[in-house]
Antibody, heavy 119, light 114 residues
Framework: EVQLVESGGGLVQPGRSLRLSCAAS????????MHWVRQAPGKGLEWVSG????????GYADSVKGRFTISRDNAKNSLYLQMNSLRAEDTALYYCAKVGNYGDPFDYWGQGTLVTVSS | DVVMTQSPLSLPVTLGQPASISCRSS???????????LNWFQQRPGQSPRRLIYKVSNRDSGVPDRFSGSGSGTDFTLKISRVEAEDVGVYYCMQGTHWPPGLTFGGGTKVEIK
């Protein structure tokens, strides 16, 4: 069974940093691209960042470019999101999501980890 | 950047009646390999999103056949042939064609029962 478990969320002050993790199991992690998607309270889904299976292709939404860094450790079956210079508008539930067998996003999602940026 | 526009924003439907959601992209979603990476997701209240349809018209495993997707190029549609109570939620289209640099979700359509 595919499982994606996010962690690392919490309350953080504006300007500070936070690192999210996503532990993957139930599939061959290093065969698939992975992404982060967020959802602000009461709002829609927003794609944040994605990384190919070998970290060769990486992309970011304009809203986080230069502040967030995505990475993965295939030996640990883990995906990460380093978030720096956090702003109030980064407050959201952050989901880890897996790309499907034929490159189709996203066949599996985690339950999300909540990040709240507030003083 | 590709912009995905959904309509309507809200869709009240009578149980057993059909529903249709439109999604338009600002650029063609046909990829160089000939595929069109347009997916549909359902998000029930309090739950993570769930993919219903991939590559325009392919239903995911376990998705009832009352859900269908169609379209091409820049215009796409999700149809529910007969709405059931469990279909209440927000539906999102999403393009995966223009990756990298990025993916884009539509703004969402809230389906509710009249």
């Amino acid at each position: 069974e595919v499982q994606l478990v996010e962690s690392g969320g919490g309350l953080v002050q504006p300007g500070r940093s936070l690192r999210l993790s996503c532990a993957a199991s139930g599939f061959t992690f290093d065969d698939y691209a992975m992404h982060w998607v967020r959802q602000a309270p009461g709002k829609g889904l927003e794609w944040v960042s994605g990384i190919s299976w070998n970290s060769g292709s990486i992309g970011y939404a304009d809203s986080v470019k230069g502040r967030f860094t995505i990475s993965r450790d295939n030996a640990k079956n883990s995906l990460y999101l380093q978030m720096n210079s956090l702003r109030a508008e980064d407050t959201a539930l952050y989901y880890c999501a897996k790309v499907g067998n034929y490159g189709d996003p996203f066949d599996y999602w985690g339950q999300g980890t909540l990040v709240t940026v507030s003083s | 950047d590709v912009v995905m526009t959904q309509s309507p924003l809200s869709l009240p439907v009578t149980l057993g009646q059909p529903a249709s959601i439109s999604c338009r992209s600002s650029q063609s979603l046909v990829y160089s390999d000939g595929n069109t990476y347009l997916n549909w997701f359902q998000q029930r209240p309090g739950q993570s999103p769930r993919r219903l349809i991939y590559k325009v018209s392919n239903r995911d495993s376990g998705v009832p056949d009352r859900f269908s997707g169609s379209g091409s190029g820049t215009d796409f549609t999700l149809k529910i042939s007969r709405v059931e109570a469990e279909d209440v939620g927000v539906y999102y289209c999403m393009q995966g064609t223009h990756w990298p640099p990025g993916l884009t979700f539509g703004g969402g359509t809230k389906v509710e029962i009249k």
